[in-house]
């Protein structure tokens, strides 16, 4: 597994309030709890460029 942080304003997510924004690890690890995608693997998944 990739560990990366990016910067706030870098981060795909629209929950910018989320306490995990910016922080790809712990927004990895909390989504995949939940059998869900992250914003970024979401996006990756369509093609989508930025993550």
Known sequence: MVTEKKEKDS??????????????EACREHHHKMN?????????KKG???E
């Open 11 to 24: 981060c795909p997510c629209p929950k910018a309030g989320c306490s995990r924004h910016g922080n790809c």
């Open 36 to 44: 869900s995608l992250t914003r970024c693997e979401r996006n990756q």
């Open 48 to 50: 989508k460029k930025g």
